[in-house]
Nanobody, 124 residues
Framework: QVQLVESGGGLVQAGGSLRLSCAAS????????MGWFRQAPGKEREFVAAITRTGGRADYADSVKGRFTVSRDDDKNTVYLQMNSLKPEDTAVYYC?????????????????WGQGTQVTVSS
């Protein structure tokens, strides 16, 4: 079992920044690729960003490229999502997730463990 706990969400004005954190406990953090997903009211959960277990590759949804940065600190068992130039359409509950399988980065069904989510609200 892997336990994931997100933090860092909140209310921010458009153009502002937030940094989300996801602390992991349980099994060896460095064995997992980590992803961020989000879900807005009435919409399906969507891929935001992911980073491989080595930290050597990061992937982003087109809607956040150039604005969001995913990183990880294996000494702290934590993955981060730095969100800059936030827009009202970024408003959602943000979830972190972990997976052992090396493929399927963009697909939520591939991920094994999920956090409870943290709310991000961007006002216009």
């Amino acid at each position: 079992q892997v336990q994931l706990v997100e933090s860092g969400g909140g209310l921010v004005q458009a153009g502002g920044s937030l940094r989300l954190s996801c602390a992991a406990s349980g099994r060896t953090f460095s064995n997992y690729d980590m992803g961020w997903f989000r879900q807005a009211p009435g919409k399906e959960r969507e891929f935001v960003a992911a980073i491989t277990r080595t930290g050597g590759r990061a992937d982003y949804a087109d809607s956040v490229k150039g604005r969001f940065t995913v990183s990880r600190d294996d000494d702290k068992n934590t993955v981060y999502l730095q969100m800059n130039s936030l827009k009202p359409e970024d408003t959602a509950v943000y979830y972190c997730a972990s997976k052992v399988y090396r493929g399927g980065t963009y697909y939520s069904s591939i991920y094994d463990y999920w956090g409870q989510g943290t709310q991000v609200t961007v006002s216009s």
